[in-house]
């Protein structure tokens, strides 16, 4: 049986794990053992980061929501319970761009739950 060497294919694969470890600090971005560590972390952040992008936007687009809705005299629960009763389907997200660059639009909203 003939041997058969791996340089040129470890050597490929290295060279991809360190070409994504590009910009990291230290021997993070320069060494093969470092630099597989840190990418695979980096990929367990961000998938993790993916799904907790979702929640950070859902809690920012309700405090918006909130803070626009009480100088009108509604708090966010009652202003969704009143949406949902009045059958007004507007998810959060567009909600609060209303709330944000739209403010009449948003207060015609609050008084047709009122």
């Known amino acids: 049986m003939t041997r058969v060497k791996s340089g040129t294919t470890a050597h490929r694969r290295h060279r991809k794990i360190i070409k994504a470890a590009k910009?990291?600090?230290?021997?993070?971005?320069?060494?093969?053992k470092q630099a597989k560590n840190a990418v695979?972390?980096?990929g367990m952040h961000a998938y993790a980061h993916r799904r907790t992008k979702k929640?950070?936007?859902?809690?920012?687009?309700?405090?918006?929501?909130?803070?626009?809705?009480?100088?009108?005299?509604?708090?966010?629960?009652?202003?969704?319970?009143?949406?949902?009763k009045n059958s007004i389907v507007i998810n959060r997200k567009m909600l609060a761009e209303l709330a944000v660059n739209n403010a009449e639009a948003f207060k015609a909203i609050v008084e047709k739950i009122k």
């Open 23 to 32: 910009g990291y600090r230290g021997l993070r971005s320069r060494t093969f």
């Open 40 to 42: 695979m972390k980096a």
């Open 55 to 84: 929640r950070d936007f859902r809690s920012l687009w309700i405090a918006r929501i909130n803070a626009a809705a009480r100088p009108l005299g509604v708090s966010y629960s009652r202003l969704i319970d009143g949406m949902s």
